[in-house]
């Protein structure tokens, strides 16, 4: 059954927050200030930082191992022999970004997209001018949340979803509302019927987006069908008959599949190219410290997005962005990525081996098994909560190991909050650690369940 459409009193994470006293630190901060506190990360890294023996399956971090050092090292080389090159680097650069590195990443989209087999029209109609680079996906979400949105606007969003832009929609005010999801991502026909029951509520002209992580998604790594990509784009195309509505497609995890064929970006089948804002990172596919992300928007949205931007940073890192630029010119990238899948094949395969040993003989336990990503959804029995105020969390603890809670990975609305779910990570242990904390998690399952 769906919870009512309104607005929701902020998400209580473990106890609700305290007064603030007079003269105390939090005393005159702002409302924003206030909201991005009590975050589950800021929990999760508390417990991990207690416990630092713990076999952690939480954090979507890359695997250490895995850092790209000598193409980093040989990239930054290239920049800094050429003098004029590198103070170029070491000096501001523009809002929208450096421009090699613009070109490179939209080759790159189209590229995929058409090897994908997207219409051809959609994809090659897209301009560099249209591209601005970002400090990561996370700085162009921000960008466009602030851009798009006031407060008591609504974004639709896959339940569950990614639960840092579900922060950064409570930040500003912004009312997020799930819409039902199956092993095939976001369903059309659930979008359909959230978008109908808005509009009975009269509150269609407050919806100004949908967002979806169309690629082995976070939490859960289902990817939006191939045959579902279409239908949505033209659905919110036809819904937006009041205000506009967007779709922010963030594509961070596309370059990290491990199994099956590619599909095309959604951005491929907005034929006009005003409705699918595409974004994407180099954090999952290369090296998450260099901070690169980009956007790819409409048009009419370029300059807004940029103006806003210059009021933040007068563009991003410039070094960094010549860093990845000489990253993609040398070559580089190609082989590092080609490494980085063969390593999370490996440690996806031993997570889900694991769990057919261990968790399959459970009553009512199940999981997805993803072409890609860094992550498995697993679902528990109903009664079974694995939220932090429950017994599962401190028993699997005590057996050495964390994971992140599924309730934290759903809207405020819409659709109910499966309290029984757990994200699980195999980014940053080893196959062999893997193993062995899959093995804690179902001794803490069983214990709990007995």
């Known amino acids: 059954m769906l919870r009512p459409l309104q607005t929701p009193p902020p998400p209580q994470l473990e106890t609700p927050p305290m007064p603030v006293a007079a003269g105390s630190i939090a005393e005159g901060l702002s409302r924003r200030a206030l909201a991005a506190g009590g975050q589950p990360i800021g929990y999760l890294m508390h417990k991990a930082l207690a416990h630092p023996e713990l076999i952690s399956l939480a954090a979507g971090f890359v695997d250490q191992a895995s850092l790209p050092v000598d193409a980093a090292s040989l990239a930054l080389q290239t920049v800094f022999a050429d003098p004029r090159r590198a103070r170029t680097a070491l000096q501001y650069g523009t809002t929208p970004g450096h421009m090699p590195l613009r070109e490179a990443v939209l080759a790159q989209l189209v590229a995929d997209d058409l090897a994908a087999g997207a219409p051809t029209d959609a994809v090659r109609d897209i301009s560099v001018e249209q591209v601005v680079i970002s400090a990561g996906s996370n700085q162009m979400l921000h960008l466009l949340a602030d851009t798009l949105l006031d407060p008591g606007d609504i974004v639709l969003c896959a339940a569950p979803t990614y639960?840092?832009?579900?922060?950064?929609?409570?930040?500003?005010?912004?009312?997020?509302?799930?819409?039902?999801?199956?092993?095939?991502?976001?369903?059309?026909?659930?979008?359909?019927?959230?978008?109908?029951?808005?509009?009975?509520?009269?509150?269609?002209?407050?919806?100004?987006?949908?967002?979806?992580?169309?690629?082995?998604?976070?939490?859960?790594?289902?990817?939006?069908?191939?045959?579902?990509?279409?239908?949505?784009?033209?659905?919110?195309?036809?819904?937006?008959?009041?205000?506009?509505?967007?779709?922010?497609?963030?594509?961070?995890?596309?370059?990290?599949?491990?199994?099956?064929?590619?599909?095309?970006?959604?951005?491929?089948?907005?034929?006009?190219?005003?409705?699918?804002?595409?974004?994407?990172?180099?954090?999952?596919?290369?090296?998450?410290?260099i901070r690169v992300g980009w956007g790819i928007l409409p048009r009419e949205l370029v300059e807004p997005v940029c103006d806003q931007k210059g009021n933040i940073d007068f563009g991003s890192a410039n070094l960094n962005q010549q860093l990845m630029a000489a990253v993609l010119e040398e070559g580089l990238f190609v082989p590092h990525g080609d490494k980085l899948r063969e390593m999370y094949r490996q440690k996806q395969a031993a997570m889900l081996s694991a769990a057919d040993e261990f968790l399959a003989p459970l009553?009512?336990?199940?999981?997805?098994?993803?072409?890609?990503?860094?992550?498995?959804?697993?679902?528990?029995?109903?009664?079974?909560?694995?939220?932090?105020?429950?017994?599962?969390?401190?028993?699997?603890?005590?057996?050495?190991?964390?994971?992140?809670?599924?309730?934290?990975?759903?809207?405020?609305?819409?659709?109910?909050?499966?309290?029984?779910?757990?994200?699980?990570s195999f980014g940053m242990q080893s196959p062999e650690r893997i193993r062995l904390g899959i093995e804690g998690l179902a001794r803490a399952i069983n214990s709990v369940m007995a």
């Open 163 to 289: 639960f840092v832009f579900l922060g950064i929609l409570q930040n500003l005010g912004v009312r997020s509302v799930g819409v039902a999801t199956d092993e095939g991502g976001l369903i059309p026909e659930a979008l359909e019927d959230a978008l109908r029951r808005l509009d009975k509520a009269g509150d269609l002209p407050r919806v100004k987006a949908l967002y979806v992580v169309s690629y082995f998604d976070n939490p859960a790594s289902t990817t939006t069908a191939g045959d579902r990509r279409g239908p949505i784009v033209e659905l919110v195309k036809r819904w937006s008959r009041r205000t506009k509505i967007r779709i922010l497609e963030d594509a961070a995890y596309r370059a990290l599949r491990y199994a099956g064929p590619d599909l095309p970006s959604l951005r491929a089948f907005d034929c006009e190219g005003d409705t699918v804002i595409h974004t994407q990172t180099f954090s999952k596919s290369f090296a998450p410290g």
């Open 363 to 424: 009553a009512g336990v199940r999981w997805m098994r993803p072409d890609g990503g860094l992550y498995v959804w697993l679902q528990l029995p109903e009664e079974l909560p694995a939220g932090p105020s429950g017994p599962l969390f401190d028993a699997a603890v005590e057996q050495g190991v964390l994971y992140v809670p599924g309730e934290y990975f759903y809207p405020s609305e819409g659709e109910p909050v499966a309290r029984n779910t757990i994200r699980l």
